[in-house]
């Protein structure tokens, strides 16, 4: 029977260990390996406040055989509160953003502490957001700078804080009370649930397409309707790239925007684009990039009006109304950063929200809600979002071309069978009638007029050639009510009505007009609220035919009972939003004629840019209205293009189609690269009808449209691929080009089809390079019987057309080019530099004078027998009298021979009074006897810019011209490179020279390894150059940089030299190591009465010349360390600050030597690091840490204890992240070692030691039962586990399992070790019992890596079994064999297992051989997984 005695009450020590029971492990510290320092530093000071024990991190207590990930999920399932110690790492860190992903979703409290070098919010260290700055975006961070900083101080009373809500919060206080597993579970049913129920609405868009209205009985899947449509992508401003297939819209550049519009012309497919992406990712199509997104969210945004979120949209139009998705649930699921989201907005131009400041497609266009998501919006290319920036990418859809047009109409007459033979003919005339009318040809460029006329032409044969956009829609709406008559043959009365309302829809011309032109576009309608308005007979038959659409969407009312709050919605919308034009198009026709547009603009609220097709339509319905159209559409922005697209929609032959058109073409027609193929269309139409009527067109200009002339000289192809013919009432052609060069064949046939057009009298070539001349017999005889003028306005040419060169027509532009300066560059064509040449020319034959001539890397020698120049292309330059100056601009150095070559030249240009030297290095002096006399009678002015200098010709020297050039390169300061040539080093000496000559302050000079010596006798720095740097009084300062440690000597050489610099008050020594000391009596007093400043870079030593001694200027930190990744600089000073500390005997507590060792010098008794840099022995430090990567030898660690040697007050040495030798012979280690105690640790963890007496490893803790090495696990940890297996081994005790989990790289070329990924090395064990090798990403073993795997396996004496898993190893031969040793081969984690039987695969459970094909269809297998993760990564 229980008892109901009350239990005694708790001794106060009892009480004491409750409550260190309580606070134990109740603060997980989660860090990378590369902050570890500075997590044990932070664990260590909160349990100074709080308590031992009180801290959880991951190096601590890992029991044999536990798995890091279930150790970890049990310590953050006990701990209260998650301090994330954030480094640079961190965001990229995998199992980093595990543990805060583990800790955000138990609801633990965050505690975010950036280290000194980390940003705020968090980002990813290769660019964009990182998931976890949305998990710590509510949260307040700490700092943390150092152990003593301020900040800990409010950390630990945070700390405080939060356990002590947690210990009375009964939800926190027991996490466990709601499991992780349940709560992962419910969020994955969930996930399913939703992508189960959104993939159903999707199925329900995509398999019910109709290519034409009236095809409502049988029901298309996209996969059935879309063909690849021509598409290019933006992948630079101005710059695009065509895609082969739409697969290809994330992938073309590097790194591609998150979020992209798919931009495009009505009818060209957007749309079903868009539903081709959502058929992919339900489908699972396996050769689509689409497929891979966890979610993708389809809206069409036409029906998103006065929805305020995305969560509100989905849950009204993609899950059924019985869902039990809850928007909480879909908000969670968007906002969680590890799922791959696609989000599709589809039509853009329709959104009747798209005015509305803020609304929610705005905000994740402008990145403030869901930067993680990937955003696809679709809209006409007329109506751009205004959010989107530079970075949103941009994809524009260019249409069918032939060959697609052809595949949709052989999808449009077989579907998706096999063409039959009648199927062909009927293809083949459907093409043949597209084809043959160039107008019809260019409207089914757009998928939609294209898919129209394939199902029509296809099924009614009376469908005709078309002239015009309108005629073709005229046709098409004509040919659906025909459609809906013939359905109803019989019903007299009910055809009637049907011919009636085919005549009589003004009340729907209204309704679309007025949606379309309104404040917000709003082109969906409740179906109640349409039959009101039209009537239910008229709406009814509508919808029969297919031009009104409805649609059955849940219309949720937020705040209402579950039960109220559902109900289902009838919303109806035009089939297209073209056809909404079309109709819109009849009440335009009907405001225009009206007598009222005279008191204000029908057109006003119309935009021409968004609705063209409105216009257009119009302008084709009613001749009448189109002139008033065509009047209103020209005074609006680029109106002329519209007002020629609206012209074309009428009747050719009317008077008031011809009065638009003697308008039109009175004025600069424009056929413009970037206009549509339509649009060219349309005008060249335009321009033909003129020439037809014998109307006059004063000019047309092909704005970079054009492309080529065929030979016959008959049309002009445009770009586009529009064929222009001669125009016999054209005046004035103009054709622009970019910068392209015109052969003479080109050329003449440009002439020849300027000659086939009657009346043209002015030919303009302009943007292009022309031949300098061309044969005159090859000029067409009405050119030049027609006295035509030819121009070439880049240099103010016109053709001489009798002779086929070019006179110049327009002096003022000759005048301007050469005032303006010529050049004549490396790089130019031989064209190019033709016209130059020529231009030249004409300025000397015109007495026209060139301020500059710039030959820019272009000489190549002076030819004295013709006087001219010769240029790299091969070209001749004569002298030319008009050239004013001569600017050379060469690299490197010019010679003495050179330099003269260029004054010969100079020589020939009679009105030349300078030439000047650029980007050069000139000699410092010419003798006066090869200078040419003329030139120093003619006075030229010989500039050497670069210093500022002047020439004085007849002594041959340089003169300071510009003395504020001189003074600008002194303060900057000027250098001495051991690298720099002869000639550049000589001209910075006479730098210095002028500048003492002038009396101007040189700021500093710095000598970067040039010192060879210092001359006594002439008081001289002697270059390795040769050269000698005498003393130089203007300058200030001195910065000397020299590799590797300087010698008292070379000290003293220098500060010699700073003695003869009398005005010098510092000298600098950079990247190397001085002398700790250097007597007095060898230090010149001179340099003590002047004060100078002896400082070593970065400044933290200084040198006193008054005692002769290095003093510090900083104290240095306990623990020192020298990295491989510091700069020398930085390596020189921390060695000096050492032999300071040494010298004045400060204490060190730690050195680090970080993977910086080179070797041991033993003549020094120095550590040579890596860079050069030699540490003496320093007799201050207490502990040495060594940081090195690998396995060292014998004589690498005996290099080490051989420092510690000479560090006198050393007792400790410690090696991380590396593999010490299992022994070392006790003769070769240094008795003093023994006799100073000093103690030699292996790793951080303290497991293995090294003991001097006996030479060996030894072990100070029980090797596990399951060794194991992770590829995840840090470096130091991997050694700590080798170190152990090799104590063990040479100790015999058994090895019963060695693993290596994707750890496993390769195997040594002697085959006495496996090489692990981290550089380690793991040697052959003759204990081990058991290997298992798990290979990364299930790669395929080579012949030999398996070869050197089971030469490894067989010197293990007693290894009974070697494990192969997740892995593809070599098909089997007779030589695998080891004896007794069972191999087994694991290939895809159980799904079946294999052993090494004689030479044979044979399965370990039924003992079925492995065959050739299964092996082949295992690798297979093998080789799509590991595509699959890497994709994944």
Aim: aromatic fraction near 6%.
């Amino acid at each position: 029977m229980a008892s109901n005695a009350m239990p005694p009450p708790e001794t106060p020590k009892q009480r004491e260990e409750s409550v260190r029971s309580e606070m134990k492990n109740q603060i997980f510290i989660s860090f990378t390996f590369e902050a570890r320092d500075k997590a044990e530093c932070l664990k260590k000071k909160i349990e100074e406040s709080l308590g031992p024990g009180t801290c959880w991190i991951c190096t601590e207590g890992v029991g044999p055989g536990q798995g890091m990930r279930d150790e970890i999920a049990e310590a953050m399932d006990h701990a209260k509160v998650v301090i994330c110690v954030i480094s640079k790492e961190y965001t990229d860190s995998l199992e980093c953003q595990q543990e805060v992903k583990l800790a955000f979703e138990m609801k633990k409290t965050l505690i975010p502490v950036l280290l000194d070098d980390v940003q705020w919010p968090l980002r990813k260290s290769y660019g964009g957001a990182s998931g976890m700055t949305y998990i710590f975006a509510d949260k307040l961070y700490q700092k943390f700078c150092s152990e003593n900083s301020a900040d800990l101080d409010g950390l630990i009373k945070t700390l405080q804080e939060k356990l002590d809500r947690a210990a009375t919060d009964p939800v926190d206080a027991n996490p466990a009370a709601q499991p992780l597993k349940t709560k992962s579970d419910s969020e994955k049913e969930k996930m399913v649930t939703f992508i189960r129920e959104l993939k159903k609405t999707c199925r329900n868009l995509y398999h019910k397409i109709r290519p034409i209205p009236y095809i409502q009985d049988d029901d298309y899947s996209v996969e059935n309707v879309f063909t690849g449509v021509g598409m290019e992508k933006r992948v630079s401003r101005g710059s695009w790239k065509t895609l082969s297939s739409y697969h290809d819209i994330f992938s073309v550049v590097e790194d591609p925007p998150r979020i992209q519009v798919i931009e495009g012309d009505p009818g060209y497919g957007k749309s079903t684009l868009a539903l081709q992406l959502v058929y992919d990712w339900c489908k699972e199509e396996s050769d689509s990039p689409f497929r891979e997104p966890n979610i993708l969210i389809f809206l069409n945004l036409r029906q998103l009006g006065g929805i305020t979120s995305i969560e509100d949209a989905i849950e009204q139009f993609l899950l059924p109304r019985d869902s039990s998705v809850k928007r909480l649930d879909v908000k969670q699921l968007l906002n969680n950063s590890d799922i791959r989201i696609l989000v599709i907005f589809d039509a853009y131009d329709e959104y009747p929200d798209q005015h509305i400041k803020d609304n929610f497609v705005t905000q994740i266009l402008e990145e403030r809600m869901l930067c993680h998501v990937y955003v696809l919006l679709t809209t006409r290319s007329s109506c751009i979002p205004p959010a989107c920036n530079a970075g949103t990418g941009r994809i524009r859809l260019t249409g069918f071309d032939e060959g697609a047009r052809e595949q949709y109409v052989r999808k449009a007459v077989a579907g998706d069978s096999a063409v039959a033979e009648d199927d062909e003919k009927e293809v083949q005339r459907i093409l043949k009638q597209i084809n043959a009318n160039p107008i019809l040809r260019d409207i089914c460029q757009a998928p939609l007029f294209s898919a129209m006329y394939a199902h029509v032409a296809h099924k009614d044969e009376k469908f005709h050639n078309v002239r015009s956009v309108t005629e073709f829609f005229i046709h098409m709406i004509d040919c659906l009510h025909s459609h809906a008559q013939n359905k109803v043959f019989g019903d007299n009365k009910l055809r009637e009505q049907l011919k009636m309302f085919a005549d009589n829809h003004s009340e729907l011309d209204k309704l679309a007009f007025d949606s379309l032109t309104g404040a917000n576009q709003q082109l969906l309608w409740d179906r109640e609220d349409l039959i009101r308005k039209c009537g239910a007979e008229f709406y009814g038959l509508y919808t029969d035919i297919g031009i009104l659409v409805e649609e059955m969407v849940n219309n949720r009312s937020h705040g209402a009972k579950p039960t109220q709050a559902i109900q289902n919605q009838t919303n109806v919308h035009f089939y297209h939003k073209l056809i909404c034009e079309w109709f819109a198009a009849g009440h335009l026709v009907e405001k225009v004629n009206s007598p009222w547009s005279m008191l204000y603009n029908p057109c006003e609220n119309v935009n021409p840019y968004d609705l063209q097709f409105v216009y257009r339509f119009a302008c084709g319905l009613d001749p009448a209205a189109a002139k008033k159209i065509i009047k209103l559409v020209q005074k609006k922005p680029d109106g002329d293009k519209f007002a020629v697209l609206c012209a074309l929609e009428q009747e050719e032959n009317t008077e008031d189609v011809l009065s638009t058109v003697r308008d039109l073409v009175s004025r600069d027609v424009h056929i413009c690269e970037n206009d549509t193929r339509l649009l060219q269309r349309t005008t060249v139409q335009l321009l033909e009808l003129a020439s037809q009527k014998e109307v006059r067109i004063e000019c047309l200009d092909l704005d970079h449209s054009f492309e080529t002339v065929d030979e016959k000289f008959t049309r002009i192809a445009l770009k586009s691929g529009v064929d222009l013919r001669p125009l016999q009432s054209l005046q004035s052609l103009i054709v622009q080009m970019k910068a392209t060069e015109v052969t003479e064949q080109e050329l003449i046939n440009i002439l020849g089809f300027a000659g086939q057009c009657g009346k043209l009298m002015k030919l303009r070539l302009d943007g292009c390079i022309l031949p300098v001349a061309i044969n005159a017999e090859s000029i067409p005889d009405q050119v030049i019987s027609r006295k035509m003028k030819v121009s070439y306005p880049r240099y103010g040419y016109k053709m001489k057309l009798g002779v086929g060169q070019w006179e110049v027509d327009d002096v003022a532009i000759v005048r301007k080019l050469c005032s303006d300066g010529l050049t004549l560059r490396r790089d130019d064509s031989v064209l190019l530099q033709q016209s130059t040449l020529l231009l030249l020319k004409k300025s000397t034959q015109l007495n026209i004078p060139v301020t500059c001539l710039t030959l820019d890397q272009s000489i190549d020698k002076f030819d004295v027998t013709t006087s001219n120049m010769i240029l790299t292309s091969g070209l001749s330059l004569p002298g030319v009298s008009s050239v004013m100056k001569l600017k050379v601009t060469e690299s490197g150095n010019m010679s003495e021979d050179q330099c003269l070559q260029v004054l010969a030249f100079v020589k020939e240009c009679r009105d030349m009074n300078e030439v000047s030297f650029d980007s050069c290095v000139l000699p410092v002096s010419i003798p006066t006897e090869r200078i040419e006399p003329s030139l120093i009678t003619r006075n030229v002015k010989v500039s050497y810019p670069r210093y500022g200098y002047e020439m004085k010709l007849e002594e041959g020297q340089w003169e300071v011209d510009d003395v504020a050039i001189v003074r600008k390169l002194c303060s900057d300061g000027l250098t001495l490179r051991r690298d720099d040539s002869v000639l550049l080093q000589q001209s910075t000496l006479l730098l210095l020279e002028k500048s003492t000559q002038l009396n101007i302050p040189v700021t500093c000079l710095t000598l970067d390894q040039c010192i060879d010596k210092f001359d006594v006798t002439t008081s001289s720095m002697v270059l390795t150059s040769g050269l000698s740097l005498p003393g130089v009084s203007s300058v200030m300062t001195l910065n000397v940089t020299e590799s590797g440690n300087m010698s008292e000597d070379r000290c003293l050489q220098v500060l010699a030299f700073v003695k003869e610099c009398r005005d010098m008050n510092e000298v600098s020594f950079n990247s190397c190591v001085l002398p700790v000391s250097i007597p007095t009596e060898r230090i010149d007093y001179s340099l003590t009465t002047r004060n100078v400043k002896v400082s070593c870079c970065p400044d933290k030593v200084l040198f006193n010349p008054q005692s002769g001694k290095l003093e510090s200027k900083t104290k240095l930190p306990d623990d020192v360390r020298i990295r491989s990744s510091d700069t020398v600089a930085e390596q020189a000073s921390t060695i000096m600050q050492l032999m300071v500390a040494s010298a004045d005997k400060i204490p060190v507590t730690c050195l680090m030597l970080d993977q910086c060792i080179d070797k041991f010098d033993v003549t020094t008794s120095s550590m040579v690091l890596t860079s050069g840099l030699s540490l003496p022995g320093v007799s201050s430090v207490m502990k040495l840490k060594v940081i090195e990567s690998g396995n060292m030898s014998e004589d690498q660690c005996l290099q080490v204890l051989a420092f510690v040697k000479e560090c006198r007050d050393m007792n400790e040495v410690s090696f991380d992240s590396c593999v010490l030798p299992v022994s070392i012979p006790t003769k070769r280690i240094d008795h003093s070692l023994i006799t100073r105690n000093i103690k030699v640790s292996c790793c951080p963890d303290n497991k293995v030691e090294f003991n001097l007496r006996s030479g060996k490893l030894e072990s100070k803790t029980k090797l596990p039962a399951n060794a194991r090495i992770r590829s995840r696990y840090p470096v130091a940890e991997q050694a700590s586990t080798i170190m152990q297996l090799m104590v063990a081994s040479a100790d015999k005790n058994p090895i019963t399992i060695m693993r290596l989990y994707g750890s496993f790289s390769s195997v040594d070329s002697d085959g006495l070790s496996l090489v692990l990924y981290s550089g380690l090395c793991l040697p052959r064990l003759s204990s081990l019992q058991k290997l298992w090798i798990q290979t990364e990403d299930g790669r395929e073993v080579t012949v030999d890596e398996w070869t050197g795997i089971l030469n490894f396996a067989k010197h293990s004496q007693l290894l009974k079994e070697l494990e192969m898993a997740w892995c593809l190893l070599p098909w089997p031969d007779s030589n695998m064999n080891l004896g007794n040793t069972k191999v087994v081969w694991n290939p895809e984690c159980h799904a079946s297992v294999y052993i090494l039987q004689s030479g044979r695969w044979q399965g370990l459970h039924d003992s079925r051989v492995l065959t050739r094909e299964a092996y082949t269809s295992l690798s297979l297998r093998l080789a799509e997984a590991e595509m699959s993760r890497k994709r994944m990564k």
